[in-house]
């Protein structure tokens, strides 16, 4: 009989795409297979966020709860991020953790699970030529690495430290991946990396010369890809040779995560990010001119320990010209081992009531855009079965897009009207 893999994973699409390399190695080497119950695993992991601070204490209380629910022999894993920044500091606080493995060093998976205490963070560990197994969550769509780490040092952000320099994966090894995704039916390829559009600045061992704009044009010229999507891509980067591309190449999703952080150049020039206000409303207010369909999302940290009510402002100012489809925001939360971890707090009711001006505000712009969709027609790539014989998927720009309907339309593309459009979700009839 097979070893059974019970596998929690926190964080962003990184952390996905790790816990899915994990699985590839684990069903290549061991034959696992997956289980959704923890007393019936033979292995027991947990693949780890810290980009936040909630997830560092989850941590814990996960593999508190995995330990007492565990049968007997089973072995737990600590992955990830938080592996990297807390290293054998887990055995510590976790003496029943059987080992520990960084987010840099997800290749050693089968070492590490037949090694007593095995530990392994190295943040330039250069797995960028390795060639994982094949493992999606997904039958219709692919994630797939293009780079590893990151280079730009944000004073706030605790990457660089927990998955280190950032190193392009050879284009050759990207394309053969895509290539096999897509002949398996992953009609939409999703490109992962922390600035995607700085590809190609470092490779291993090649001398490769190629940005990310030519290794989009090479992934759509592979005739089973039906969609392109990415994330994230770094505002400093997008030049005028990447926003064309973007705009005129047929298969690439009009929708475009643009990470602005805070809308004042003095704020940005604090947090390091290498852009200023004006910069960043240039390139979305061309993009919005240059392909009036695209949807634009962002990050925004409200409260950076520099931030005045002026700063704030201006952050309000971008949200108003830009007007974006989405946004993720936060109040700043210091992360250990950065710059920006031991700054003075701005007061955390005056934190607070910025983010709810920011979401408030933003609520009404969305409202807008959303009541404008009723009517219109998409093409919808469905991807998931929901309750009540309901199918979702994405509209090219990115809408979540709801029809009354069955298995079938799962990996199809067809045309839907919007009848009703929610915040959340459009829903519509196929035509
Ligand atoms: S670009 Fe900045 S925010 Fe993004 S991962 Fe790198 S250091 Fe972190």
Redesign the pocket.
């Known amino acids: 009989m097979s070893k059974r893999l019970f596998i929690q994973t926190l964080g962003c699409a990184m952390n996905v795409r790790d816990s899915e390399h994990i699985i590839a190695e684990l069903k290549k080497t061991d034959d696992y297979e997956l289980t959704d119950e923890i007393s019936d695993a033979d292995l027991i992991l947990i693949n780890t966020c810290s980009v936040r601070e909630k997830p560092v204490h989850k941590l814990f209380s996960e593999v508190g709860s995995f330990f007492k629910h565990k049968k007997s022999g089973a072995k737990i894993g600590v992955c990830g991020c938080t592996a990297s920044h807390l290293g054998d500091e887990i055995f510590k606080r976790a003496p029943y953790v059987d080992f520990v493995l960084g987010a840099r060093n997800v290749s050693k998976i089968t070492t590490a699970v037949n090694t007593p205490k095995f530990i392994s963070t190295d943040i330039n560990f250069d797995e960028s030529e390795y060639a994982f197994g094949e493992f999606r969550s997904s039958p219709y769509k692919s994630h797939i690495n293009i780079m590893i780490g ?1 280079d ?3 004073t706030y ?1 605790i ?2 430290q927990t998955r280190g320099d950032e190193i392009s994966i050879p284009s050759e090894l990207i394309l053969k991946e895509v290539e096999k995704a897509a002949k398996n039916g992953a009609k939409e390829i999703f490109l992962l990396g ?2 995607v559009n700085n590809y190609g600045k470092r490779f291993s061992n090649s001398h490769e010369k190629m940005d990310f704009s030519d290794l989009l044009v090479k992934i759509s010229d592979i005739k089973e890809v039906e969609r392109i999507r990415f994330t ?1 891509p ?1 505002p400093l980067h997008m030049d005028d040779k990447f926003l064309e591309v973007f705009v005129n190449n047929p298969k690439i999703c009009k929708s475009m995560h643009m ?1 602005l952080q805070s809308g004042s150049t003095k704020v940005l020039r604090d947090m390091k990010r290498g852009y200023t206000k004006e910069w960043f409303l240039d390139r979305a207010l061309k993009l919005r001119q240059m392909c009036p369909q695209v949807n634009i999302s962002t990050d925004i940290i409200v409260a950076y320990p520099s931030e005045s009510e002026e700063d704030f402002a201006d952050t309000m100012d971008v949200l108003e010209k830009v007007r974006f489809e989405q946004i993720f925001s936060f109040k700043f939360s210091p992360r250990p081992l950065t710059p920006a971890a031991n700054l003075t707090l701005i007061d955390d009711e005056v934190a607070s009531a910025r983010l709810s001006a920011l979401q408030n505000r933003h609520s009404e712009i969305l409202d807008e855009i959303v009541l404008k969709q009723e009517g219109e027609i998409f093409d919808v790539y469905f991807e998931e079965l929901r309750a009540n014989g309901a199918v979702a998927g994405r509209s090219f720009s990115n809408f979540l897009v709801q029809v009354n309907g069955s298995e079938e339309l799962l990996g199809t593309t067809r045309k839907v009207k919007i009848n009703e459009a929610k915040r959340m979700v459009l829903y519509g009839q196929l035509v």
């Open positions: 990151c730009k040092k944000c952000c990457v660089p922390q600035n994230s770094h990470p």
